[in-house]
C-alpha cells in the first residue's frame, strides 16, 4: 500500500501525461483539498474522468487531518482561482465552506463552485440548505445510504419488530441518525431501543460497558442490533461484533468497516470508489454541463452493496434469504 | 324445363367441393398444428434452462457457502419474485436430492409431479413442460433439483387463435367455392342450355336466322353446333323449296299459282324474327361483384385503427377524428359517385364503368398500401370510393339488364347477396391477412383480387349500352320528388339513416378501436367485426319472411331500432369483450330483421300519381343511408374523443332508440290521422 | 359422351380451389409459428442479457470501473455459451468502445454504426440490447448480444417438411377424388347433352321426355318442309297445262 502522499502524485502526474493538449483552452483545473490523504474515494473521482476520456487538471492538496492548515489553503484557492474546488469529508468541508447561512467570506471559501466528498449528513451539518436545493454554489454526495433505505434492507433480511441501536452519544452524526432511525420504526410499527454508551468521568465513552448494553438489548428482546456511523463503535468494532454474536444478535451497520473488518452480520455499504465516481459525475456537470452547482441536488448512491458475513450468519444460524443472495456480496 | 338435372349437379357440386375443402383445411391444419407442437418444445426446455440458469444462481451460491438445504429462507418469496410479470412460467419447484419437492411457487404448483433423480431431465406433463436443473458442485451428486414448468397455456391460447383463423378459411373458401361453382356452371351449362332452348325453340318455331355461340370446345360448344348445323339444314331446305317452286313456275302460269300456294303455307310458319342476341346470366355480374366487395372489405376490421396510427405518426391532435374522416371520406366519394356512375352505365355501358371502377379502385388500394400520412390514406380512400361506387353501380346494371322479366326482385335480392356474403368473407379473412402480413400488404392483396375482377369483366361482360337501362335522375329532382311523400320522410330520417349511422358509428370505428384497445389480437378483431354481416345474412331472409306473410314489417323496423339501441347499452352491464361481439351481433339481427320490411315500407310510401315512383324513392332512400354513413364516424370519433368509449356507445344507442320510438309513435299518429282526413290507407 | 367437357373446368376449378385453401392454411400457419418463435427466442435472450448485464452491474458496485470489472471477458463468454444462437457477445462503453468481446480481436474498437444504434436503443435486427447501469443511474455501458435465426429457422423447416409432406398426401387423395366425383356428378348433365344433341340432329330414335315437346315441334316443322317438297315436286312432274296433280 503506497503513502497517500505519492500516490496523489503518481495521479497528477499520470493525469498530466494522459491529458492530450486541447487546441481550444486547456482542461479544467480541480483543486483537491483532502483530510486524511488519498483514498479510493479520490481513486473513483480520478478514474471517472479517465474513464470518460476527459482531461483534467487535479492540484492535490493534504491538510493532514490538521484544520489549522485550512486558512492558508482558502487563501491560495483565491489566488489559484480553479475551476472546481473538491472536498473530502464532512470537518473538513464544513471548514472550508463554513455554514450555508452563516458563511464568512474572509474565513471561508467563496466565489469557486465546491464539491464535498464522503460527507454525513450536509443539511444537519449546514454545509447545504436542502438536499435537493443546497442554496449555494456547492453540491456533492453522501456515502450512507438514507436510514428509510437502510431499514428496509434490515427488513429484506428478516423482519423485526424491534431494534436496539448503541450509540456514542458525544457524537452528533450518530445521534442524529438513532433519532431518526427511532421516528422511522415508530411510523412502522416497531420499536427502537436506544443505548447510549455510558461516559466516564474523564467525558468520554466507556468501551467496557458495550458487552453490559448488548446484554441489555438482548433483555429488551431485540431482534436486530443497528450499528450508526460511529467513531467510537468503529475503534471498538472486535469487541462489538463478537459480543453481539455471542448474545446472537444480528448486526447491521451503514458502513462496511462493521462487516467486512469485523465480525458484523450485514451492512448497506457505499463503496468509497463508486462515492468518488458519482461525485466526478457532478463535478462534470459542472465542468462541461455549465450547470450551476446549486441546482444540482445533493444525492447518494441509487444502488449500494448489501454486503453478508456468511461466517457471522452460520454461526448465528441466520441465514439470508435467497432473493437477497441474488444482489449480496458475501463477505 | 332442364332445372331438376341442373339443380342436383349443383347441389351435388356443392356437397362435394364444400366437404372435400372442409375436410383438405382439417387435416393440413391438423398437421400443421402437431408439427409445431413437436419443434415448439425443445424451444421451450430451452426457455426453461436459461430462466433456470438465472433463478438458480443465488442458490448455487447458497449452497457453495455452506447453507443447508432447509435452513435456506425466503425461497418461496423469491420465486414468487421471479414469476411476478413472467408468463408462461407454470412453476418453480425446488426438489432436495431424492427429489422431493421443497418449496413449489406458481399458478400451476400444484400439478407438479414429483420425479425420481435418475428420471429424464425433461418431462412432459399435462399442464406444462418440466425441465430439470441439478444444484450443487459438478463434480459430486447433485445436492438438489430446480424444475422449471413452461406452461403450455400460452401456447395454446395461440394454437386457439390459429383454430379460429383456420375456420375462417373454411367459411370462406366454401362461400368461394359457391360462388365460383355458380358463375362456371352458369356460364358451362345453364347459360348455354337455355340458350340452345331458346334457340331451338325459335327453329322450330320457323326462325332460321338465329345462330349460336359455338366456339366452346364442350357441351356447350357441341350442342351450338348441332343448333347451328340444325338451322342450316333447315334453311337449305327452305331455299330448295324455292329452287323448287321457280322450276314448277317456269312451266306456266297455272303451275306457278300452285307453286306459289305452296310457298304460302310455308311461309306462313317460317317468319322472319329479330335475332335475339345470347345474353349472359346475371352469374356474371355477380362474381365479379362478390370479389370486389370482399376485396374492399378486407380492410374493414383495421381502417380505423391504420388511420388512427398513421395521424398519431403525423402528430396530428385528435387522430381519432382523421380516422373517422378517413372512413367518412369513403361512403362520401361512393355517394357522390354513385348518379354519375349510373349515368355512365346508361350511356356507356356497364363493361366500361366497371372497367373504369376497378381501375380506380385498384389504385386507391395501391395507394392505401403505400400511404405513409393520413392524408394520402384518405385521398386513396377517396379513390376506392369512387372505384366502389361504379363497380357496384355496373355490376348491377348488368344484373338488371340481363334479369328473366318478371323476376327483377330476385335477381337484386341476388345482388344484395353477393354484397353481403363478399362483405362478411372479405372482413373475416382481411383481418387474418393483416395479422399476419401486415395491413399494408393486405391492401395490396385488395388491388390483385380487383385485378382478377377486371380480367373476369373484361371476358364475361358483353360491350354496349343495353337498352333497358334508364337515365337515372338529377340529384335535386330525386329530392324534390322524395320530400312529396311524408312517410317516406318518416322512414328515411327516423329508420334509415340512424341505421347507417350505428353502422358506421358502432360497427366499423368504435368496435375495432374498442376491441383493439382490448388487447385482441386483429385476427380476432376481424372475426367480431364479421359477425355484423354474418348474423345480418339470415335476419334479412327472416325479416323478408315476416314481412310478407305477416303484419308485423313496420314493427320490425321501429322494434328493431330500439332493439339495437339497448345492445349498445350492453358494455354498461358485462365486460366489454363479451358485450362487444353480442351487441355487434344483435345490431346485425336488428338490421337485418328491418332490411326487407323498410324496402317494402318504401314501396308503400310511393306516390307514383306525383312522380315519386318506388325506384326514385329507392335511389333516394339509398343517398340518404349514405349521408348516415358519412356522419356515423364522425359522431363516434367526437363522442370518444369528448366521452370515452362506454358512452359513446351508449350515445349511438340513445340515438337509435330514440329514433324507433319516435318512429312508431310518428307511424301511430298516421295511422290515428289517416281516417281523419280519408286518405285511403 | 366424347370430347371435352364442362366437367373438366370444373373439376380443375375445384382443384384449384382445394389447392389454394390448403396452401392458404399452411402460409398462416406458418407465418404464425413464426412469429411464435421469434418471440420466445426474443423472451431468451432477454433473460441471458438482462443476467449477463446484472453480472457487470454486481462488478461495478464493487467500485470498479467498467473496464475493470474482473472477470468481464469470462461474463460475455459464459452468456454466449448460454443459447447456440449466440454468435457473438460484446461490452462497450458509454462512448461506443468494445471493452469485452467474444471476438477478441475486436476489443479496443469502436462500434460499427449498426451496432451503436442498437446500443442507443434502436431495434436492430439480430442485436439484443441490454445497459449496464452504475450505482447513480448513469448507463456505463451496453450488453450487446448478437443471434442467428439459425434454430429459429431450422425448427420453421422442420415445421415447413412436417405441414408439407401431410398437405401433398391429403391433395394426392382429394384432388383426384373431387375430379372423379365432379365427372361423376357431371353425367347426367352429359347425358342431357347428349340428349339434346341427339334431338336436334334429328337422330330419330325416341326423345326422352324432356325434350319431347321440342322433338314434336322440330317433327312438325319437318314434316311440313317435306309435305311442300313433295307437293313442288309433284308440280314439277304435271304434264304442262295440267294444275293439280291426279
Same mark, same amino acid.
Given at each position: 500500500m503506497m503513502p497517500a502522499s505519492r500516490r496523489a502524485l503518481l495521479a497528477t502526474a499520470g493525469l498530466g501525461l494522459a491529458a492530450p493538449a486541447l487546441a481550444t483552452g486547456r482542461p479544467?483545473?480541480?483543486?483537491?483539498?483532502?483530510?486524511?490523504?488519498?483514498?479510493?474515494?479520490?481513486?473513483?473521482?480520478?478514474?471517472?474522468?479517465?474513464?470518460?476520456?476527459?482531461?483534467?487538471?487535479?492540484?492535490?492538496?493534504?491538510?493532514?487531518?490538521?484544520?489549522?492548515?485550512?486558512?492558508?489553503?482558502?487563501?491560495?484557492?483565491?489566488?489559484?482561482?480553479?475551476?472546481?474546488?473538491?472536498?473530502?469529508?464532512?470537518?473538513?468541508?464544513?471548514?472550508?465552506?463554513? $455554514?450555508?447561512?452563516?458563511?464568512?467570506?474572509?474565513?471561508?471559501?467563496?466565489?469557486? $463552485?465546491?464539491?464535498?466528498?464522503?460527507?454525513?449528513? $450536509?443539511?444537519?451539518?449546514?454545509?447545504?440548505?436542502?438536499?435537493?436545493?443546497?442554496?449555494? $454554489?456547492?453540491?456533492?454526495?453522501?456515502?450512507?445510504?438514507?436510514?428509510?433505505?437502510?431499514?428496509?434492507?434490515?427488513?429484506?433480511?428478516?423482519?423485526?419488530?424491534?431494534?436496539?441501536?448503541?450509540?456514542?452519544?458525544?457524537?452528533?452524526?450518530?445521534?442524529?441518525?438513532?433519532?431518526?432511525?427511532?421516528?422511522l420504526l415508530a411510523a412502522r410499527g416497531a420499536a427502537l431501543q436506544k443505548l447510549p454508551v455510558p461516559v466516564r468521568a474523564d467525558g468520554r465513552p466507556d468501551p467496557s460497558a458495550i458487552p453490559a448494553l448488548l446484554r441489555e438489548a438482548r433483555a429488551g428482546g431485540a431482534e436486530w442490533l443497528y450499528i450508526p456511523p460511529d467513531t467510537f463503535l468503529n475503534d471498538h468494532r472486535a469487541l462489538l461484533t463478537q459480543t453481539a454474536i455471542a448474545e446472537g444478535l444480528p448486526t447491521f451497520s451503514a458502513s462496511e468497516r462493521f462487516v467486512a473488518f469485523a465480525d458484523g452480520l450485514a451492512g448497506l455499504v457505499s463503496r468509497y470508489t463508486s462515492v468518488g465516481a458519482f461525485t466526478a459525475f457532478k463535478a462534470e456537470q459542472i465542468l462541461t454541463g455549465g450547470r450551476d452547482p446549486g441546482s444540482i441536488p445533493v444525492e447518494t448512491l441509487t444502488r449500494f452493496s448489501y454486503q453478508i458475513r456468511m461466517e457471522t450468519a452460520r454461526l448465528l444460524g441466520a441465514y439470508p434469504p435467497v432473493g437477497l443472495l441474488r444482489i449480496a456480496e458475501p463477505v | 324445363m332442364t332445372a331438376p338435372v341442373i339443380r342436383r349437379l349443383v347441389a351435388t357440386l356443392v356437397a362435394v367441393s364444400v366437404a372435400m375443402l372442409l375436410a383438405c383445411?382439417?387435416? /393440413?391444419?391438423?398437421?400443421?398444428?402437431?408439427?409445431?407442437?413437436?419443434?415448439?418444445?425443445?424451444?421451450?426446455?430451452?426457455?426453461?434452462?436459461?430462466?433456470?440458469?438465472?433463478?438458480?444462481? @443465488?442458490?448455487?451460491?447458497?449452497?457453495?457457502?455452506?447453507?443447508?438445504?432447509?435452513?435456506?429462507?425466503? /425461497?418461496?418469496?423469491?420465486?414468487?419474485?421471479?414469476?411476478?410479470?413472467?408468463?408462461?412460467?407454470?412453476?418453480?419447484?425446488?426438489?432436495?436430492?431424492?427429489?422431493?419437492?421443497?418449496?413449489?411457487?406458481?399458478?400451476?404448483?400444484?400439478?407438479?409431479?414429483?420425479?425420481?433423480?435418475?428420471?429424464?431431465?425433461?418431462?412432459?406433463?399435462?399442464?406444462?413442460?418440466?425441465?430439470?436443473?441439478?444444484?450443487?458442485?459438478?463434480?459430486?451428486?447433485?445436492?438438489? !433439483?430446480?424444475?422449471?414448468?413452461?406452461?403450455?397455456?400460452?401456447?395454446e391460447a395461440a394454437i386457439a387463435d390459429t383454430?379460429?383463423?383456420?375456420?375462417?378459411?373454411?367459411?370462406?373458401?366454401?362461400?368461394?367455392?359457391?360462388?365460383?361453382?355458380?358463375?362456371?356452371?352458369?356460364?358451362?351449362?345453364?347459360?348455354?342450355?337455355?340458350?340452345?332452348?331458346?334457340?331451338?325453340?325459335?327453329?322450330?318455331?320457323?326462325?332460321?336466322?338465329?345462330?349460336?355461340?359455338?366456339?366452346?370446345?364442350?357441351?356447350?360448344?357441341?350442342?351450338?353446333?348441332?343448333?347451328?348445323?340444325?338451322?342450316?339444314?333447315?334453311?337449305?331446305?327452305?331455299?330448295?323449296?324455292?329452287?323448287?317452286?321457280?322450276?314448277?313456275?317456269?312451266?306456266?302460269?297455272?303451275?306457278?299459282?300452285?307453286?306459289?300456294?305452296?310457298?304460302?303455307?310455308?311461309?306462313?310458319? !317460317?317468319?322472319?324474327?329479330?335475332?335475339?342476341?345470347?345474353?349472359?346470366?346475371?352469374?356474371?355480374?355477380?362474381?365479379?361483384?362478390?370479389?370486389?366487395?370482399?376485396?374492399?372489405?378486407?380492410?374493414?376490421?383495421?381502417? @380505423?385503427?391504420?388511420?388512427?396510427?398513421?395521424?398519431?405518426?403525423?402528430?396530428?391532435?385528435?387522430?381519432?377524428?382523421?380516422?373517422?374522416?378517413?372512413?367518412?371520406?369513403?361512403?362520401?366519394?361512393?355517394?357522390?359517385?354513385?348518379?354519375?356512375?349510373?349515368?355512365?352505365?346508361?350511356?356507356?355501358?356497364?363493361?366500361?364503368?366497371?372497367?373504369?371502377?376497378?381501375?380506380?379502385?385498384?389504385?386507391?388500394?395501391?395507394?392505401?398500401?403505400?400511404?405513409?400520412?393520413?392524408?394520402? !390514406?384518405?385521398?386513396?380512400?377517396?379513390?376506392?370510393?369512387?372505384?366502389?361506387?361504379?363497380?357496384?353501380?355496373?355490376?348491377?346494371?348488368?344484373m338488371v339488364a340481363v334479369a328473366p322479366r318478371g323476376r327483377l326482385a330476385g335477381t337484386l335480392g341476388g345482388f344484395t347477396g353477393a354484397v353481403m356474403t363478399g362483405a362478411v368473407c372479405g372482413t373475416a379473412i382481411g383481418a387474418v391477412l393483416a395479422d399476419r402480413i401486415g395491413q399494408g400488404p393486405t391492401f395490396l392483396v385488395s388491388a390483385a383480387m380487383v385485378g382478377l375482377v377486371?380480367?373476369?369483366?373484361?371476358?364475361?361482360?358483353?360491350?354496349?349500352?343495353?337498352?333497358?337501362?334508364?337515365?337515372?335522375?338529377?340529384?335535386?329532382?330525386?329530392?324534390?320528388?322524395?320530400?312529396?311523400?311524408?312517410?317516406?320522410?318518416?322512414?328515411?330520417?327516423?329508420?334509415?339513416?340512424?341505421?347507417?349511422?350505428?353502422?358506421?358509428?358502432?360497427?366499423?370505428?368504435?368496435?375495432?378501436?374498442?376491441?383493439?384497445?382490448?388487447?385482441?389480437?386483429?385476427?380476432?378483431?376481424?372475426r367480431y367485426v364479421m359477425l355484423y354481416g354474418f348474423c345480418m345474412l339470415p335476419a334479412i331472409a327472416l325479416g323478408g319472411w315476416i314481412a310478407d306473410r305477416t303484419r308485423l314489417g313496420p314493427a320490425l323496423i321501429w322494434g328493431a331500432a330500439v332493439a339495437n339501441g339497448i345492445a349498445l347499452a350492453l358494455p354498461f352491464a358485462a365486460p366489454l369483450e363479451l358485450a362487444l361481439p353480442v351487441a355487434i351481433a344483435i345490431t346485425g339481427l336488428a338490421q337485418g330483421l328491418a332490411a326487407a320490411p323498410m324496402l317494402a315500407a318504401v314501396a308503400a310510401a310511393a306516390r307514383p300519381e306525383e312522380g315519386a315512383t318506388a325506384p326514385v324513392l329507392l335511389a333516394f332512400l339509398r343517398l340518404g343511408e349514405r349521408f348516415g354513413s358519412m356522419l356515423g364516424p364522425f359522431a363516434a370519433a367526437a363522442l370518444l374523443a369528448g366521452a370515452g368509449m362506454g358512452q359513446a356507445l351508449a350515445a349511438i344507442g340513445v340515438v337509435s332508440a330514440a329514433t324507433g320510438v319516435v318512429y312508431a309513435l310518428a307511424m301511430l299518429l298516421r295511422r290515428a290521422v289517416r281516417p281523419a282526413i280519408g286518405v285511403p290507407a | 359422351m366424347r370430347g371435352s367437357s364442362f366437367a373438366s373446368r370444373v373439376a380443375?376449378?375445384?382443384?384449384?380451389?382445394?389447392?389454394?385453401?390448403?396452401?392458404?392454411?399452411?402460409?398462416?400457419?406458418?407465418?404464425?409459428?413464426?412469429r411464435l418463435l421469434v418471440a420466445q427466442q426474443a423472451r431468451v435472450l432477454g433473460i441471458i442479457a438482462a443476467d449477463a448485464a446484472e453480472g457487470f452491474e454486481r462488478g461495478i458496485n464493487l467500485g470498479v470501473r467498467l473496464p475493470g470489472v474482473p472477470g468481464g471477458q469470462a461474463l460475455v463468454e459464459r452468456a454466449l455459451a448460454s443459447d447456440p444462437d449466440l454468435h457473438r457477445a460484446l461490452v462497450a462503453d458509454a462512448r461506443g468502445r468494445i471493452l469485452f468481446d467474444t471476438e477478441r480481436g475486436r476489443i479496443g474498437e469502436d462500434l460499427p454504426p449498426a451496432l451503436a444504434a442498437a446500443a442507443g436503443g434502436a431495434a436492430t435486427a439480430?442485436?439484443?440490447?441490454?445497459?449496464?447501469?452504475?450505482?447513480?443511474?448513469?448507463?456505463?455501458?451496453?450488453?450487446?448480444?448478437?443471434?442467428?435465426?439459425?434454430?429459429?429457422?431450422?425448427?420453421?423447416?422442420?415445421?415447413?417438411?412436417?405441414?408439407?409432406?401431410?398437405?401433398?398426401?391429403?391433395?394426392?387423395?382429394?384432388?383426384?377424388?373431387?375430379?372423379?366425383?365432379?365427372?361423376?356428378?357431371?353425367?347426367?348433365?352429359?347425358?342431357?347433352?347428349?340428349?339434346?344433341?341427339?334431338?336436334?340432329?334429328?337422330?330419330?330414335?325416341?326423345?326422352?321426355?324432356?325434350?319431347?315437346?321440342?322433338?314434336?315441334?322440330?317433327?312438325?316443322?319437318?314434316?311440313?318442309?317435306?309435305?311442300?317438297?313433295?307437293?313442288? &315436286?309433284?308440280?314439277?312432274?304435271?304434264?304442262?297445262?295440267? &294444275?293439280?296433280?291426279?
Amino acid at each position: 500500500m503506497m503513502p497517500a502522499s505519492r500516490r496523489a502524485l503518481l495521479a497528477t502526474a499520470g493525469l498530466g501525461l494522459a491529458a492530450p493538449a486541447l487546441a481550444t483552452g486547456r482542461p479544467p483545473r480541480i483543486l483537491m483539498i483532502l483530510f486524511r490523504g488519498w483514498e479510493e474515494a479520490c481513486d473513483g473521482f480520478r478514474d471517472y474522468f479517465a474513464a470518460r476520456r476527459m482531461p483534467v487538471d487535479l492540484v492535490v492538496r493534504d491538510v493532514a487531518q490538521d484544520l489549522s492548515r485550512v486558512p492558508a489553503l482558502v487563501r491560495e484557492a483565491r489566488t489559484m482561482r480553479p475551476d472546481l474546488v473538491y472536498l473530502w469529508g464532512t470537518t473538513l468541508t464544513m471548514a472550508v465552506l463554513g $455554514p450555508w447561512d452563516a458563511h464568512d467570506p474572509d474565513r471561508h471559501l467563496s466565489g469557486i $463552485p465546491a464539491v464535498f466528498n464522503i460527507v454525513t449528513d $450536509p443539511v444537519g451539518n449546514r454545509i447545504v440548505r436542502s438536499r435537493a436545493a443546497p442554496g449555494r $454554489p456547492v453540491t456533492g454526495t453522501e456515502y450512507i445510504a438514507p436510514v428509510a433505505v437502510q431499514v428496509e434492507a434490515i427488513a429484506a433480511y428478516r423482519p423485526f419488530r424491534r431494534i436496539a441501536a448503541p450509540f456514542n452519544p458525544l457524537e452528533q452524526n450518530s445521534a442524529r441518525v438513532v433519532e431518526e432511525m427511532g421516528q422511522l420504526l415508530a411510523a412502522r410499527g416497531a420499536a427502537l431501543q436506544k443505548l447510549p454508551v455510558p461516559v466516564r468521568a474523564d467525558g468520554r465513552p466507556d468501551p467496557s460497558a458495550i458487552p453490559a448494553l448488548l446484554r441489555e438489548a438482548r433483555a429488551g428482546g431485540a431482534e436486530w442490533l443497528y450499528i450508526p456511523p460511529d467513531t467510537f463503535l468503529n475503534d471498538h468494532r472486535a469487541l462489538l461484533t463478537q459480543t453481539a454474536i455471542a448474545e446472537g444478535l444480528p448486526t447491521f451497520s451503514a458502513s462496511e468497516r462493521f462487516v467486512a473488518f469485523a465480525d458484523g452480520l450485514a451492512g448497506l455499504v457505499s463503496r468509497y470508489t463508486s462515492v468518488g465516481a458519482f461525485t466526478a459525475f457532478k463535478a462534470e456537470q459542472i465542468l462541461t454541463g455549465g450547470r450551476d452547482p446549486g441546482s444540482i441536488p445533493v444525492e447518494t448512491l441509487t444502488r449500494f452493496s448489501y454486503q453478508i458475513r456468511m461466517e457471522t450468519a452460520r454461526l448465528l444460524g441466520a441465514y439470508p434469504p435467497v432473493g437477497l443472495l441474488r444482489i449480496a456480496e458475501p463477505v | 324445363m332442364t332445372a331438376p338435372v341442373i339443380r342436383r349437379l349443383v347441389a351435388t357440386l356443392v356437397a362435394v367441393s364444400v366437404a372435400m375443402l372442409l375436410a383438405c383445411v382439417a387435416l /393440413v391444419s391438423a398437421a400443421a398444428l402437431s408439427a409445431f407442437e413437436r419443434e415448439v418444445r425443445p424451444a421451450l426446455e430451452q426457455e426453461a434452462a436459461a430462466l433456470g440458469g438465472v433463478v438458480a444462481a @443465488p442458490i448455487e451460491t447458497a449452497i457453495s457457502l455452506g447453507v443447508p438445504l432447509d435452513a435456506l429462507p425466503g /425461497v418461496a418469496a423469491y420465486f414468487e419474485t421471479v414469476l411476478a410479470g413472467r408468463q408462461g412460467v407454470a412453476w418453480l419447484v425446488l426438489a432436495g436430492a431424492d427429489g422431493t419437492p421443497m418449496v413449489r411457487a406458481g399458478p400451476r404448483a400444484e400439478a407438479f409431479e414429483p420425479a425420481p433423480p435418475e428420471g429424464a431431465a425433461a418431462r412432459r406433463l399435462d399442464a406444462a413442460y418440466d425441465t430439470r436443473l441439478r444444484l450443487g458442485p459438478v463434480a459430486e451428486a447433485p445436492r438438489a !433439483f430446480l424444475h422449471v414448468g413452461m406452461s403450455r397455456a400460452p401456447l395454446e391460447a395461440a394454437i386457439a387463435d390459429t383454430r379460429w383463423d383456420v375456420l375462417i378459411v373454411m367459411l370462406v373458401g366454401a362461400i368461394l367455392a359457391i360462388e365460383l361453382l355458380r358463375y362456371v356452371l352458369e356460364r358451362a351449362v345453364t347459360g348455354p342450355l337455355a340458350a340452345a332452348d331458346r334457340l331451338a325453340a325459335r327453329l322450330a318455331a320457323g326462325d332460321l336466322a338465329v345462330t349460336a355461340d359455338d366456339a366452346a370446345p364442350d357441351e356447350a360448344g357441341r350442342l351450338a353446333r348441332l343448333a347451328n348445323a340444325l338451322a342450316r339444314r333447315l334453311a337449305d331446305r327452305r331455299a330448295r323449296l324455292e329452287w323448287l317452286a321457280q322450276e314448277v313456275a317456269s312451266g306456266g302460269a297455272a303451275a306457278a299459282r300452285g307453286a306459289a300456294a305452296v310457298l304460302a303455307r310455308v311461309a306462313a310458319r !317460317f317468319g322472319m324474327g329479330a335475332a335475339e342476341p345470347a345474353m349472359p346470366g346475371a352469374a356474371t355480374a355477380r362474381l365479379p361483384l362478390f370479389l370486389f366487395v370482399a376485396a374492399e372489405q378486407l380492410s374493414t376490421s383495421f381502417i @380505423p385503427l391504420l388511420g388512427r396510427d398513421l395521424a398519431r405518426a403525423g402528430g396530428a391532435a385528435d387522430p381519432g377524428m382523421l380516422a373517422a374522416v378517413a372512413i367518412a371520406a369513403f361512403v362520401t366519394a361512393v355517394a357522390l359517385a354513385t348518379p354519375p356512375g349510373g349515368r355512365m352505365a346508361a350511356r356507356r355501358g356497364p363493361r366500361a364503368t366497371i372497367l373504369a371502377g376497378g381501375v380506380i379502385a385498384a389504385l386507391g388500394f395501391l395507394g392505401a398500401a403505400l400511404a405513409t400520412t393520413i392524408w394520402g !390514406f384518405i385521398l386513396a380512400r377517396i379513390l376506392c370510393g369512387v372505384g366502389y361506387a361504379l363497380v357496384s353501380i355496373a355490376c348491377q346494371a348488368q344484373m338488371v339488364a340481363v334479369a328473366p322479366r318478371g323476376r327483377l326482385a330476385g335477381t337484386l335480392g341476388g345482388f344484395t347477396g353477393a354484397v353481403m356474403t363478399g362483405a362478411v368473407c372479405g372482413t373475416a379473412i382481411g383481418a387474418v391477412l393483416a395479422d399476419r402480413i401486415g395491413q399494408g400488404p393486405t391492401f395490396l392483396v385488395s388491388a390483385a383480387m380487383v385485378g382478377l375482377v377486371l380480367l373476369l369483366a373484361l371476358r364475361g361482360f358483353p360491350r354496349g349500352a343495353p337498352a333497358t337501362l334508364a337515365m337515372p335522375l338529377g340529384l335535386a329532382q330525386e329530392a324534390r320528388l322524395a320530400l312529396r311523400a311524408p312517410a317516406f320522410l318518416a322512414l328515411l330520417l327516423l329508420a334509415a339513416v340512424p341505421a347507417k349511422l350505428v353502422l358506421t358509428g358502432f360497427v366499423f370505428y368504435l368496435a375495432p378501436i374498442a376491441l383493439n384497445d382490448l388487447g385482441l389480437s386483429q385476427s380476432a378483431v376481424g372475426r367480431y367485426v364479421m359477425l355484423y354481416g354474418f348474423c345480418m345474412l339470415p335476419a334479412i331472409a327472416l325479416g323478408g319472411w315476416i314481412a310478407d306473410r305477416t303484419r308485423l314489417g313496420p314493427a320490425l323496423i321501429w322494434g328493431a331500432a330500439v332493439a339495437n339501441g339497448i345492445a349498445l347499452a350492453l358494455p354498461f352491464a358485462a365486460p366489454l369483450e363479451l358485450a362487444l361481439p353480442v351487441a355487434i351481433a344483435i345490431t346485425g339481427l336488428a338490421q337485418g330483421l328491418a332490411a326487407a320490411p323498410m324496402l317494402a315500407a318504401v314501396a308503400a310510401a310511393a306516390r307514383p300519381e306525383e312522380g315519386a315512383t318506388a325506384p326514385v324513392l329507392l335511389a333516394f332512400l339509398r343517398l340518404g343511408e349514405r349521408f348516415g354513413s358519412m356522419l356515423g364516424p364522425f359522431a363516434a370519433a367526437a363522442l370518444l374523443a369528448g366521452a370515452g368509449m362506454g358512452q359513446a356507445l351508449a350515445a349511438i344507442g340513445v340515438v337509435s332508440a330514440a329514433t324507433g320510438v319516435v318512429y312508431a309513435l310518428a307511424m301511430l299518429l298516421r295511422r290515428a290521422v289517416r281516417p281523419a282526413i280519408g286518405v285511403p290507407a | 359422351m366424347r370430347g371435352s367437357s364442362f366437367a373438366s373446368r370444373v373439376a380443375l376449378l375445384l382443384a384449384l380451389l382445394l389447392v389454394l385453401a390448403c396452401a392458404l392454411v399452411a402460409v398462416l400457419n406458418y407465418l404464425k409459428f413464426e412469429r411464435l418463435l421469434v418471440a420466445q427466442q426474443a423472451r431468451v435472450l432477454g433473460i441471458i442479457a438482462a443476467d449477463a448485464a446484472e453480472g457487470f452491474e454486481r462488478g461495478i458496485n464493487l467500485g470498479v470501473r467498467l473496464p475493470g470489472v474482473p472477470g468481464g471477458q469470462a461474463l460475455v463468454e459464459r452468456a454466449l455459451a448460454s443459447d447456440p444462437d449466440l454468435h457473438r457477445a460484446l461490452v462497450a462503453d458509454a462512448r461506443g468502445r468494445i471493452l469485452f468481446d467474444t471476438e477478441r480481436g475486436r476489443i479496443g474498437e469502436d462500434l460499427p454504426p449498426a451496432l451503436a444504434a442498437a446500443a442507443g436503443g434502436a431495434a436492430t435486427a439480430g442485436w439484443r440490447a441490454a445497459p449496464i447501469v452504475n450505482g447513480f443511474g448513469q448507463t456505463e455501458g451496453t450488453l450487446l448480444l448478437g443471434h442467428a435465426r439459425d434454430s429459429i429457422r431450422a425448427r420453421l423447416d422442420a415445421i415447413a417438411l412436417g405441414m408439407l409432406r401431410p398437405t401433398l398426401l391429403v391433395l394426392g387423395v382429394a384432388v383426384p377424388l373431387v375430379v372423379l366425383l365432379t365427372f361423376l356428378a357431371a353425367r347426367p348433365v352429359r347425358r342431357h347433352f347428349d340428349a339434346f344433341g341427339q334431338v336436334l340432329a334429328r337422330g330419330g330414335g325416341g326423345a326422352p321426355p324432356a325434350f319431347a315437346a321440342l322433338d314434336a315441334s322440330l317433327a312438325e316443322t319437318e314434316a311440313l318442309l317435306d309435305g311442300a317438297e313433295r307437293d313442288l &315436286e309433284a308440280l314439277v312432274a304435271l304434264p304442262p297445262g295440267q &294444275e293439280t296433280p291426279a
